[in-house]
Every structure is written in C-alpha cells, then in structure tokens.
C-alpha cells in the first residue's frame, strides 16, 4: 500500500509561482513513476505532468516551460514546481503513482495507469 500526501497548495496572483510536494509512503519509492494530474471547478480531472522512475518526464503542453516536475528519492518525495502562473491554471492538484515498471520511452498520462492517489491540493490562481 502506497499513502500520497500532497502539500503546497494555496492562493497565488497570476504570475506568481508555487511549489507542491508530495510525500510517499513505501520503501521502494525510487521505483515508482509519479504523475501530477488536476481538477479544475466543472471539468473532468487531466494530466498534468509524470516522472518515470527511471527520471523521464513527460508534460501536458498547457504548462510546458511554466511547470517542473522533480524527486528527491531519499526523501521519498515529488515536487511539482509551477511558475508564471495563470487563472486557468486555477485546480485541485493530485499526486498520483503507479508501482508499474513501464518500458522504457513510455509515458503514462491516463488516470488509469496510476494505482495510488493523494487527497489532493487546491492552486487559485487569482487575476
């Protein structure tokens, strides 16, 4: 059983930046693939950005050059650095991961290939 716990969220003006955690449980973390995925007010939850364990990051296009998805592995964490933010940018993030080893070159970016989530943390993102 892996638990996610997401932290970071809060109210940022658009151009501002905010950075969000993500602390795993699990001894084996550093085999993990981690995504970010959101949920914006009436829309259906999408992907944001993953790291495969093996350290390839895949991005939506929306936030590529804004956002930076990161790990620390030994202290069992992702991190989801959001920069030059804007209103539509406004969501409930989710840390998501997946104890799947996907070959290599492959980028898992559905909700359903990830088996684990955290609770979630709001991003408001003010005009």
């Known amino acids: 059983q892996v638990q996610l716990v997401e932290s970071g969220g809060g109210l940022v003006q658009a151009g501002g930046s905010l950075r969000l955690s993500c602390a795993a449980s699990?001894?084996?973390?550093?085999?993990?693939?981690m995504g970010w995925f959101r949920q914006a007010p009436g829309k259906e939850r999408e992907f944001v950005t993953m790291m495969a364990w093996s350290g390839g990051t895949f991005y939506t296009d929306s936030v590529k050059g804004r956002f930076t998805i990161s790990r620390d592995n030994a202290k069992n964490t992702v991190y989801l650095q959001m920069n030059s933010l804007k209103a539509e940018d406004t969501a409930v993030y989710y840390c998501a991961a997946t104890t799947t080893s996907y070959s290599s070159g492959y980028y898992p970016t559905h909700e359903s290939n990830y088996n684990y989530w955290g609770q979630g943390t709001q991003v408001t993102v003010s005009s």
């Open positions: 699990g001894r084996t973390f550093s085999s993990y693939s």
